[in-house]
């Protein structure tokens, strides 16, 4: 699925390169026209390698991160059903991070520097993640919305031009179709339930609303990255677009189920593109930027797994520790 996970020399004396070769980088843009796949071992320019790094990893962290909000409600699930389909989610989740690293890595960073850069504060993760989930409304609201939006993005970025990438999110888009069922039935469950069931279920989607609006990133004229990303088909539709696609897709389904969204100025106008009201772009950037209302918690919650599982991590790359059959 992956491919060499070292940088070979020449590469590694390339990183700070600014400058590429003319005739590499046509062969290699040329490539990216004909719609062919870019593999570990191929020629690819600094700032292919550097942009891939940065959103896969961001990526990966998405997911370990993201497994936390949904972890805190395992011992809290309304019954046994529901409690063994949100174990089988968190476990996937973890899952598609272990695969998003593995991508990344092949790219020539180590998982370390990616753990480090997540615990310092110097890689993102999905802005999402750092919200708190108060009650099961929210995880149905995960499961449903959340999923939903990760969905559009990465089916949208799994026919890109980075091979470990793509095939790590096909295979990434076939689970989360599963969490997206697993959402709907338990939205569905709620909207159709009690007054009470139907009041958190609103109150859900009243607090997940400005979020999900900035999961796409910022607006298309603000996006730092976008431009080069869409160059060289790491990503196939702009933030604005995939915003778009996604309400599209699940504002008529929460519509139908008479529950509401915060937003009087939300509509769809005559040419498909959906109007809302400005979701307060500061917000987003002190969210992404570590002060978010459930960040210092997320990042304090990774500290202690990788503390906690350091001696296993030890003892697993100790090649002179044999196996020993226990005597009796
Ligand atoms: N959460 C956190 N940070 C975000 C974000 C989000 N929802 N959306 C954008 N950003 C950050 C970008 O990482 C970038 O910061 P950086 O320069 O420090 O890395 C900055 O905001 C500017 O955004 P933009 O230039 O538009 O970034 P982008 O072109 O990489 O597009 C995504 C943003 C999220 C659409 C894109 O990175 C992507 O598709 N990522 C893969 C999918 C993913 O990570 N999903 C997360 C959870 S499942």
């Given amino acids: 699925m992956y491919g060499s996970t070292n940088l070979s020399e020449e590469d590694a004396r390339r990183m700070n390169t600014t400058v590429e070769d003319p005739e590499k980088l046509e062969a290699f843009e040329a490539r990216i026209a004909r719609g062919e796949k870019i593999e570990p071992q191929d020629w690819m320019p600094v700032e292919y390698r550097k942009q891939l790094i940065r959103m896969i990893e961001q990526h990966a962290h998405s997911e370990i991160v993201g497994a936390l909000p949904e972890g805190t409600w395992i011992t809290r699930a309304p019954n046994f059903r529901r409690k063994l389909a949100l174990i089988a989610k968190v476990q996937d989740e973890v899952g598609h991070g272990q695969l998003l690293y593995s991508a990344?890595?092949?790219?020539?960073?180590?998982?370390?520097?990616?753990?480090?850069?997540?615990?310092s504060g110097k890689s993102k993760y999905s802005n999402v993640f750092n919200y708190p989930?108060?009650?099961?409304?929210?995880?149905?609201?995960?499961?449903?919305?959340?999923?939903?939006?990760?969905?559009?993005?990465?089916?949208?970025?799994?026919?890109?031009?980075?091979?470990?990438?793509?095939?790590?999110?096909?295979?990434?888009?076939?689970?989360?179709?599963?969490?997206?069922?697993?959402?709907?039935?338990?939205v569905v469950y709620l909207a159709t339930g009690t007054k009470h069931q139907r009041a958190i279920l609103q109150d859900a989607i009243n607090r997940w609303y400005r979020p999900l609006l900035h999961f796409f990133g910022p607006p298309d004229v603000q996006s730092a990255h976008s431009e080069k990303l869409m160059k060289w088909k790491v990503k196939l539709a702009s933030n604005d677009?995939?915003?778009?696609?996604?309400?599209?897709?699940y504002v008529p389904k929460i519509l139908e189920l008479d529950i509401t969204f915060p937003d009087p100025n939300l509509k769809k106008n005559e040419d498909g593109i959906w109007e809302f009201s400005d979701p307060d772009w500061d917000e987003f950037k002190r969210v992404i930027n570590g002060d978010g209302p459930c960040n210092a918690?997320?990042?304090?919650?990774?500290?202690?797994?990788?503390?906690?599982?350091?001696?296993?991590?030890?003892?697993?790359m100790n090649p002179s520790e044999k196996y020993q059959v226990p005597l009796a």
């Fill in 104 to 119: 990344a890595e092949t790219l020539g960073k180590t998982r370390e520097e990616m753990m480090n850069d997540l615990l």
């Fill in 133 to 186: 989930a108060n009650t099961w409304a929210d995880i149905a609201v995960i499961g449903f919305l959340v999923d939903g939006a990760a969905i559009v993005n990465q089916t949208i970025n799994s026919k890109g031009s980075y091979g470990p990438y793509c095939r790590a999110l096909e295979r990434i888009c076939y689970e989360e179709s599963f969490h997206l069922k697993q959402g709907h039935d338990n």
């Fill in 241 to 249: 677009d995939m915003r778009n696609q996604f309400l599209d897709m």
């Fill in 297 to 316: 918690e997320r990042i304090a919650v990774r500290k202690f797994a990788e503390e906690a599982g350091r001696w296993v991590r030890q003892a697993l």
